[in-house]
């Protein structure tokens, strides 16, 4: 049960987008943006229901980082896309995702204590990894515009930060038991 939500339920869902990073790396900045927006949202609504759910101060400072940091990055997305008179264009992968992760917090919901912070923790995991990774591997190289793309760098280096304090509590959640 503790693996209900792991690396592989994120994996599949990211299937499709690693499967196709050359339609991905053909996508245009705003599809890029969109995809970016998506997924800071999708970890702050994640974080919320941590709030909720969990009793774990550890997780508890965890979710309040994810919502302040996600907050804050999407914010400056959203003041460079009204800076340059644009906005993000949803797509197929944000669609996927957002869709990916209703049933991640269906699973979510059916946990309590001890299994939904090793759910929880783990989930963040492999999410950061794998986003980390798309952003890193397949926009990053393929944004055109330079202020989007030092915003997305931006974004990265906090979003690594994320995976490897992630990473530290599945560390610590596993040493618990």
């Known amino acids: ?6 690396a592989l339920a994120f994996a599949a869902a990211m299937v499709g987008a690693q499967a196709q990073a050359q339609d991905i790396a053909a ?4 599809e890029f943006a ?4 998506t997924a800071d949202n999708i970890d702050i609504r994640y974080a919320h229901l941590a709030l909720a759910l969990s ?31 644009a906005t993000a264009q949803d797509n197929a992968v944000s669609q996927a995702l957002d869709a990916r992760a209703d049933k991640i917090v269906a699973d979510f919901v059916k946990l309590e204590g001890d299994a939904f ?6 989930n963040e995991l492999a999410y950061h990894k794998e986003v980390n ?4 591997g397949t926009m990053i190289p393929n944004i055109d515009n330079a202020e989007v793309k030092a915003l997305f760098e931006q974004g990265l280096e906090i ?3 994320h995976e490897k304090h992630a990473e530290a509590m599945v560390k610590g959640l596993d ?3």
């Not at 912070?117 to 783990?122: F, G, L, N, P, S």
Request: no cysteine.
């Open 1 to 6: 049960m503790k693996k209900i939500i792991s």
């Open 27 to 30: 996508m245009n900045d705003l």
């Open 34 to 37: 969109h995809i970016a927006y």
């Open 55 to 85: 009793k774990n101060p550890d997780i508890h400072e965890f979710a309040r980082t994810m919502i302040r940091d996600h907050e804050a990055v999407n914010e400056a997305a959203l003041g460079l896309l009204d800076k340059l008179g």
């Open 117 to 122: 912070d090793m759910a929880y923790a783990e």
């Open 133 to 136: 990774a798309l952003v890193e």
């Open 159 to 161: 979003f690594k930060a």
């Open 175 to 177: 040493h618990d038991h």
